[in-house]
């Protein structure tokens, strides 16, 4: 009888380790989630803490950025307002760098010893013109030169001779023309044209 207390006692004694050491393990464990709950917790109110003076500078610097941004929308509403007005300066500046090439390369395609006297733009179909030439020249080859050089632009889609007339100024022959250069409807680009030499 005394031996079975005596064992019963040491196993007692052995579940009660055994329980001690299990509840400082699970003490050991909770004290160890508490501390990452607490770490991870310090962590994510810092991150808000963060954010929010972050918001708070943006939404300073919005507020410093207000009257800009009003400024802005109001410049792009009169844009708007204005933009018939642009597109038809557009218009009118592209249609002068036309103009202005057409004379140059009209200035290109003369022959020497060939002047014109007169020039004129005759309105044709929607976005067609022709340009119409009166000149004097020493003689009937150049007539011809003039209006090579000028069917070898790309401004023109042909050109035609209306008339020629010889005269005389002093003791000078000369030959009176008329040609008519009709331009293309598309916008003109800087052309090349003839550069035949006189003979």
Same mark, same amino acid.
Not at 49 to 55: I, L, Q, R, S
Not at 66 to 95: F, G, S, Y
Not at 137 to 157: H, I, P
Not at 166 to 192: I, M, Q
């Given at each position: 009888?005394?031996?079975?207390?005596?064992?019963? @006692?040491?196993?007692?004694?052995? %579940?009660?380790?055994?329980?001690?050491?299990?509840?400082?393990?699970?003490?050991?464990?909770?004290?160890?989630?508490?501390?990452?709950?607490?770490?991870?917790?310090?962590?994510?109110?810092?991150?808000?803490?963060?954010?929010?003076?972050? !918001?708070?500078?943006?939404?300073?610097?919005?507020?410093?950025?207000?009257? !800009? @941004? %009003?400024?802005?929308?109001?410049?792009?509403?009169?844009?708007?307002?204005?933009?018939?007005?642009?597109?038809?300066?557009?218009?009118?500046?592209?249609?002068? +760098?036309?103009?202005?090439?057409? +004379?140059?390369?009209?200035?290109?395609?003369?022959?020497?010893? !060939?002047?014109?006297?007169?020039?004129?733009?005759?309105?044709?179909?929607?976005?067609?013109?022709?340009?119409?030439?009166? $000149?004097?020249?020493?003689?009937?080859?150049?007539? $011809?030169?003039? +209006?090579?050089?000028?069917?070898?632009?790309?401004?023109?889609?042909?050109?035609?001779?209306?008339?020629?007339?010889? $005269?005389?100024?002093?003791?000078?022959?000369?030959?009176?023309?008329?040609?008519?250069?009709?331009?293309?409807?598309?916008?003109?680009?800087?052309? %090349?044209?003839?550069?035949?030499?006189?003979?």
């Amino acid at each position: 009888m005394a031996m079975v207390s005596i064992n019963m @006692i040491a196993a007692r004694r052995a %579940e009660r380790l055994r329980l001690a050491r299990v509840t400082r393990i699970l003490s050991f464990t909770v004290c160890t989630a508490a501390a990452l709950l607490v770490t991870v917790m310090t962590v994510m109110f810092g991150r808000i803490v963060n954010v929010k003076f972050a !918001t708070a500078r943006v939404e300073a610097e919005l507020v410093k950025l207000q009257p !800009t @941004i %009003e400024r802005i929308n109001a410049i792009n509403r009169e844009r708007a307002l204005l933009q018939p007005q642009i597109a038809v300066l557009d218009d009118a500046v592209q249609n002068t +760098m036309r103009w202005h090439g057409v +004379m140059a390369d009209l200035q290109r395609s003369i022959p020497p010893q !060939t002047w014109l006297t007169n020039l004129s733009v005759e309105r044709q179909s929607e976005g067609e013109a022709r340009v119409r030439l009166n $000149g004097v020249t020493v003689s009937q080859k150049l007539v $011809g030169e003039a +209006m090579l050089r000028l069917n070898q632009n790309q401004l023109y889609n042909g050109v035609d001779l209306h008339y020629t007339q010889s $005269g005389k100024v002093g003791d000078r022959n000369t030959v009176e023309f008329e040609l008519a250069a009709h331009l293309k409807p598309l916008k003109g680009e800087t052309n %090349e044209v003839a550069t035949a030499k006189t003979q």
